[in-house]
């Protein structure tokens, strides 16, 4: 007995589709994901011996920092159309090899200038990544389980930032600090870069592994391949699955950004839905938790060791509260898990805003004591769950299966432009929002969770058990 390969759909000859293959091809898929998550987290590490190698103001070093996600706006706008003209897997295989560049280069890095141009392209792969996973692994799963590996995307994410983590701290504990040289005369964080083309040589590698989506295929009129993608991983009729697929695809044009023009505001309604899914999902203040968590407990009174290990321990949270999102997703749909999400991020953020809003100032910065100091830290945990088992991971699922056949693609592109500009926005003014006042900023963050709650009992519609051509 032979096991069949991803990516050979000629050894299939199950109807029924072949479910271990199909979550095989989507965990490739996902693999984008989790250099999303490595790429934007390893960074942390290096924040400071970057600052102290090249001497870099504040503000340079920011942008430094932020150009991969700038980069990353700019992937996702044009990943869409691209991936509607070459394929799915094709723009897997070019954001691999856009992570492969900006690890080399930000590893050999000789200036903060050039480091920020190695980051942006490194964020061009972010992008192009953070668009086709989630839309290839819509169109390659059966509709029972599209939720289920829909969700594999934010696994992912949360995977790469714990392990870009653990991978800073065992160079640093290795090095002795991070600008101190480990191997090959490199610093320690010059390493935390380089470390990068490990995941993406096999993010690219393992690419060049899996099919193409069948939509893209019957798109170009490559039915029998189509046919036999679609019998080995989604199964069922598969004629009239091509049929329908066909029949969404009926205008037999290149899918273009002008296919989302609609008459409120210039873009469909369903685009509108998209880009506030995706702000909302930033807006709520999720990546304040992950950039600055450490510096921010210390500035609450922490020490720098209990700051790491809270930050920790929330990667570890956020993993496992994406692990019962995935079990759940497709038995209680993606809507009410919004709605759950929104209702616990209004709580706890509200007492975050709460804690520090009320917190003494003792020189320039809020202090929490008695019970405020745990409250906060609960609170702080308890939005991670909230986070992690609705918005993180159900924003991509809807985002790979809302839109229809003809504006997948393109869709995507644009609402994950806005999710990344969004999380540059929030990135950016944390730190002026905190001289303001913490008070001021989770209040901010719980006003949105508000607006979140709002949104999704007016516009979002369930999409659980669908399939793809009836959206």
């Known amino acids: ?34 250099l999303f998550g490595y790429d934007t987290a390893v960074i942390n590490g290096a924040v400071a011996a970057v600052s102290e190698t090249f001497r870099a103001g504040g503000f ?48 050999l890095a000789f200036s903060v200038w050039d480091l920020a141009l190695w980051r942006f392209i490194g964020g061009l792969g972010v992008g192009a990544a953070s668009v086709i996973a989630p839309a290839y692994i819509a169109e390659i799963s059966p509709a029972h389980m599209r939720g289920r590996l829909g969700s594999l995307q934010q696994l992912a994410i949360v995977s790469g930032i714990f392990v870009a983590l653990l991978v800073d701290y065992a160079l640093v504990a290795a090095a002795g600090t991070a600008t101190r040289e480990l191997w090959l005369g490199l610093d320690a964080w010059r390493w935390m870069f380089l470390s990068l083309l490990v ?20 798109a170009r009129a490559r039915l029998d391949e189509a046919g036999a993608v ?20 009926a ?8 296919d989302l023009r609609g008459p409120r505001l210039g873009l469909l309604p369903i685009v509108w839905v998209g880009i506030l899914l995706s702000i909302f999902q930033q807006f709520v203040g999720i990546n304040v938790i992950f950039y600055y968590s450490s510096v921010l407990w ?10 790491l290990m809270i930050t920790v321990i929330t990667s570890i949270t956020n993993i496992v509260t994406t692990l019962i999102a995935i079990a759940t997703i497709d038995r209680i749909g993606r809507k009410p898990l919004l709605l759950i999400g929104s209702t616990g991020m209004l709580i706890t953020l509200g007492t975050l805003a709460f804690t520090f809003g009320t917190a003494p100032i003792v020189h320039g910065r809020p202090a929490l004591e008695g ?45 994950a432009a806005a999710q990344w500009l969004a999380n540059f926005a929030v990135s950016t003014t944390f730190p002026a929002l905190q001289q303001i006042g913490l008070g001021f900023a989770y209040g901010l963050y719980t006003l949105f969770a508000l607006l979140s709650l709002i949104f999704v009992l007016l516009a979002v519609r369930e999409t659980k058990g669908r399939e793809l051509e009836s959206m």
């Open 230 to 249: 679609l019998r080995q991983y989604i199964g069922g009729d598969v004629d009239a699955k091509i049929r329908d697929i066909q029949r969404t695809l």
């Open 371 to 415: 019970v405020m100091s745990p409250l906060a830290l609960l609170a702080a945990n308890l939005f991670v769950v909230f986070f992690g088992l609705s918005w993180g991971p159900v924003v991509w699922v809807l985002l790979g299966e809302m839109f229809n056949n003809q504006i997948r693609a393109q869709g995507i592109a644009v609402a």
């Open 251 to 258: 205008s037999a044009r290149r899918a273009r950004l002008g």
């Open 60 to 107: 340079i070093l920011g942008l430094a920092v932020a150009a991969a996600l700038l980069g990353s706006a700019v992937g996702a706008w044009f990943a869409g159309p691209l991936a509607g003209g070459i394929g799915r897997v094709r723009v897997m295989v070019i954001a691999a090899g856009l992570f492969l560049v900006s690890a080399i280069g930000s590893g």
């Open 1 to 34: 007995m032979t096991t069949p390969v991803p990516g050979r759909p000629e050894q299939a000859d199950s109807p029924s589709g072949g479910t271990a293959q199909t979550v095989l091809v989507s965990m490739v898929a996902a693999l984008g994901g989790f």
């Open 199 to 218: 995941p993406a040589l096999a993010y690219g590698t393992l690419a060049l592994r899996i099919p193409e989506s069948p939509r893209y295929l019957v």
């Open 298 to 307: 210390q500035a609450v009174g922490f020490s720098e060791r209990d700051s």
